[in-house]
């Protein structure tokens, strides 16, 4: 049987730094510092973080002139590719390029318009470095955001097209990704859906931007992106939130688990606890919850409250418990492998996985 294409399949492959985006390549996973962009150590110190999250490409914002020092310091130590985030200054762009940066974002519709943008183009392409071109409702052309007969979804994607076919027809550059941003979730949706039509050839970057603090950031981005993803489009995401960086990372590879498109971190299977209960389970799937959150096993781990819900349930659990009165019994694939007290419940889950 021959394997249905996905757009992300047909979509050009990039390079980030040593990261494909594109063609078919894995959903590639990425976040911004949020530290000071002139602290060299803070920078790096959180890209560490981020890697050992799974973070795989790293943005970095460069609001001023003399923060380009220490992007190019960042650059030159980080583990992961740096792409360099920059608005209304031109110069710093092409300065970017030139000091180490994997690859530049930039709105054309605030860096100085098309003259300037072609400026950026040569040094990127001069680099060898790809472009993403971001648009965003809020920062949309004035001449297409004063249109009425165009939705916002329209207007995204007739802004993104327009610098698109600039880039491609008039620079003859096509190292680029587009991402076309908003905080509704259904403009999202129906916006990349008429990218990945009207750009077919362009890897996407997917996020839903501004989305607020981790619950509600998240339940956004999962809804939106989560079905983006099914539909097999986008090919690097984001999902940002008002938080720590690395939670944004940890909830990217979770939606992708949960998708089962890229797994890499643990899957934590537990039920919602009723009058069956007998330990403190909401308690101990916390405590397993922030155990496994260093864990980089793509496993799935059950904690159920009670035999009805335990082995049987969550049998394909690679390693799991079901607790009774004061106890728990760990079992590996639906079979049982010891007893042991409710106090122990956690360190023994967790020795059987080391094991695995």
Not at 168 to 193: G, L, M, P, W
Not at 226 to 239: A, F, H, P, S
Not at 270 to 288: D, F, K, Y
Not at 314 to 333: L, N, P, Q, W, Y
Request: net charge negative; charged share 20%.
């Amino acid at each position: 049987m021959i394997k249905e294409l996905k757009p992300h399949d047909r979509t050009r492959r990039i390079m980030v730094g040593d990261v494909p985006v594109g063609g078919g390549a894995p959903v590639a996973v990425q976040s911004m510092l949020n530290v000071a962009a002139d602290d060299v150590a803070a920078n790096l110190a959180q890209i560490e973080a981020l890697a050992e999250a799974g973070c795989e490409i790293v943005r970095m914002a460069i609001p001023r002139r003399d923060c380009l020092d220490a992007f190019e310091a960042v650059c030159a130590a980080s583990p992961l590719p740096v792409v360099a985030d920059i608005h209304f200054d031109a110069r710093i762009a092409i300065e970017a390029a030139a000091r180490g940066a994997a690859k530049l974002r930039i709105n054309p519709g605030n860096i100085g318009g098309l003259e300037a943008t072609r400026e950026v183009i040569a040094a990127a392409a001069a680099s060898h470095i790809p472009i993403r071109i971001g648009v965003n409702a809020g920062s949309l052309d004035d001449a297409i955001a004063a249109r009425q007969d165009l939705t916002l979804p329209e207007k995204l994607v007739a802004s993104a097209t327009e610098y698109v076919r600039f880039f491609e027809d008039e620079c003859n550059f096509h190292d680029i990704a587009v991402s076309a941003k908003a905080h509704d979730v259904q403009t999202t949706i129906d916006t990349y859906r008429l990218l990945a039509a009207e750009l077919p050839e362009v890897p996407l970057h997917i996020g839903v931007t501004e989305a607020g603090t981790a619950f509600q950031g998240i339940i956004k981005s999962a809804c939106g992106l989560g079905v983006l993803l099914e539909e097999g489009i986008g090919d690097t995401m984001r999902i940002s939130l008002t938080d720590d960086p690395v939670v944004e990372v940890r909830a990217c590879w979770t939606l992708l688990g949960a998708l089962d498109l890229r797994r890499r971190t643990p899957e934590l299977i537990s039920c919602p606890t009723c009058g069956r209960c007998q330990v403190n389970l909401i308690g101990l799937a916390q405590e397993v919850e922030q155990r496994l959150a260093t864990v980089a096993k793509p496993v799935k781990v059950a904690v159920m409250g009670c035999v009805v819900n335990g082995p049987g349930e969550a049998a394909d659990a690679d390693i799991g418990v079901a607790c009774g009165a004061g106890a728990g019994v760990v079992f590996s694939h639906g079979k049982i492998v010891r007893k042991v007290q409710e106090s122990e419940i956690v360190s023994a889950l967790m020795e059987e996985l080391e094991n695995l």
